[in-house]
């Protein structure tokens, strides 16, 4: 299984980015799909996850909005409104069964980094 994440790039503050995150490989079945990012000198963080549910970090809420096609595998992240603290660089993160039963492990991209100038 691979997470293939793209999108990333140097945008000004106020302007937006579209990241893309696809899934490849033997995939029974996906449970949930999300983003994290990592600043530098700072732990890895949520930003949003879908699965039954939808959860955003109190950070993005009313600027980013995460949203998967099942078809394709894929999970998004419009971001809007960007402020040079979201500098960072995005991982995907999934969760997937490669057979029908046991649980769903995590799987993760190589990142994309997102620069925000100010």
């Known amino acids: 299984v691979q997470l293939q994440a793209s999108g990333g790039g140097l945008v000004q503050a106020g302007g937006s980015l579209r990241l893309s995150c696809a899934a490849s490989g033997s995939i029974f079945s996906i449970n949930v799909m999300g983003w994290y990012r990592q600043a530098p000198g700072k732990k890895r963080e949520l930003v949003a996850i879908t699965g039954d549910s939808t959860t955003y970090a109190d950070s993005v809420k009313g600027r980013f909005t995460i949203s998967r096609d099942n078809a394709k595998n894929t999970v998004y992240l419009q971001m809007n409104s960007l402020k040079p603290e979201d500098t960072a660089v995005y991982y995907c993160?999934?969760?997937?069964?490669?057979?029908?039963?046991?649980?769903?492990?995590?799987?993760w991209g190589r990142g994309t980094l997102v620069t925000v100038s100010s």
């Open positions: 993160q999934a969760r997937i069964k490669v057979v029908p039963t046991g649980t769903y492990p995590a799987y």
